[in-house]
């Protein structure tokens, strides 16, 4: 049998730097760099004008260059979920990185440890168990680490969530008590952070459910201190609540990571007056590609963008209802609808899930209509997930 | 400033081929090939008795070693969705790839088209439209191809499901003839799929579906036989009602891919006793990680399992209830709860893409908790939107 012809795999964003948007294949995640400028900025401003640390989480973009640009911009450093995740951006540069989640496995734990040992990076990681510190101290050991202070330890608390966590109070005071017992770990203070009430549409709910939080906050950092122990820091908020976390006297530092792209569940919650008012940055650029009578249908389906907090908006053309056509496909109804191979922009329901299903977002600047393309950021951590 | 020390990204599952279960890191995607290998015959064999051709949805797991394995074992060739996926697939030796989908875009055009021109691997692709021939056509004379029939081209005919496709009857006719009309073009036959159908969980409603689909379908090679074309070939179903395609007299092809893993929403449907019975064979590994009072909670949310079509289910251990936890959570409940650092087996809502979540799926023979890592299979058309 004689060899067959190879065939290749083309890339099809190369040579796409400075080509119109016009040029992009789709469906591709694009990024309004102005958009997202303004929307750094906005986080920067009011982060420095309360005094209050910011920590974007980079599960969101899983970007490093996003995450130094943040970091640029004031950020003392960015927040992930996973090791993983945690070492891909280290690879690239990024200097200091929180791990705010629970890690128990000890080949996962003996990665970060090896990390640690290598030295660049600072990293922390969140417990709330004492199998967790046992295991990292551990790994810390395997790996030759025992410079007092390695590694920053975060207790989580369950604020109310109830995810993670463990319970507010003297529970919690015990684990920080073991945290310091460990002269390698240093017992950074507290993550407290209420993931439902970001997506809790009322302000006036979110408000109450960041001053139950508080409470809970305020009772540990008591337990913890009357044991004669130091809490420097409570870390937590996300876009939805943050203002009322930079209010409540006892976070020190926000974690929000989405009002970077801004997507359509966070546009639906009400807004709150004392927010910076955050902007679309973060869009699936499709097209039409069937064009049956009554519908249009583009070539995006839940492999272009997640759905686990409702499906994508249509943002240009206007006046589109966008219906799940499955994996790969979105079906529009209208009374003026696109023709076959025209554009269609959607706002993603949720950006973090979204961008975690592509390997690349191409950056614009001048508009999604008549701008051009600036940059291809690589989604570094894309699939990280352990 | 010193050059900062350089922090590895490392694999998690190098070195697992041969290791036991126990040793596949979380979270995974991994397969039991047993029982894959069952379902597998199980196809093959129902194809095989009533004189069907079969050529399974590489959609659903994106990895040429499977769609050599199903080719290996009768299967004709394998659809996929995107050209992105036809590409990476015939790079790896897929020798007959069908993008049963439309396409109208020149760029992408012209991708198939240097395919094509290349060799090695014979295409067919769906169409709908005018614009999606002449676009077609133009791809391949700008490529130079010319050689009569160098493609097949199947005409998609809406038979229910909304989505693409052309009204049946005369109107899809009108569009057989187009394709006739260009030698380069070989018109193969009907794509005629109803997707929503494949979920209807009532055998009768089913049933009843494809047999409004077979009239569709009747009428319209009536419709295309009647302008003196003959139609070779119609072409379609799924794992949900493949057994009713298969006993219309229209249909010669079978496109189901999910019966290889079978997900959790198939197995929700109401068995129909005339159909082989599929065995789950795709699983998430995930581990508990939190373990507050009354939950456990593990590392896999829906960056490792996509939820369009329901959440996981628990496999093992048994009597636990998998709530939705994010991005990066599972919270179960159940009277004995798992403890920190213990395994649980998922099954995912929905195979097709779940598997585009994750670079890699861990081959395991000899069971879940006994058996040992045989393979890793790379997904290689993950993230292949375009």
Redesign the interface.
Known sequence: MSA???????D?FAGLIGQAVAAI????LVIDLDAMDRNLHRMADFCLARGMRLRPHA?MHKCAELALLQMAHGAVGVCV??I?EA??L??K?V?DIYVS?????P??LA?LA??VR????RFAIAV??L??IQHLAQALAHAGVSAPGAIDVFVEI?VGH??????PGVPAGELARTVVAQPVLRFAGLQAYH?AAQHYRSADERRATVAAATQAVRATCDAIEAMGIAVPLVTGAGTGTFIHEAASGVWGELQAGSYLFMDADYAANQADPAAPAFEHALFVKS???????G?A?VD?G???H???SGLPRVWLPQGLDFA??????G?LRGAHLPE??ETVWLVPGHC??TV????VMVGVRGGLIAGRVERLLPVDA??A??
């Open positions: 067959a012809p190879e065939i290749a795999v083309p099809r294949d789709t469906p591709a599960k979920q996973k993983g070492l891909a280290a690879s540069g200097g989640n629970e890690v128990v496995d080949r996962k990665r090896t990390a290598t030295g660049g990076t709330d168990s199998v967790g369950d109830g995810r993670c966590g463990m319970a993931g097209q039409v590609m069937s064009r049956p009578q519908r249908v995006a839940h492999k272009s997640a759905i686990d799940n056509g499955g994996d790969e496909h079906v076959l191979g973090d899930p975690n299903l592509h390997d894309r699939g997930l352990g």
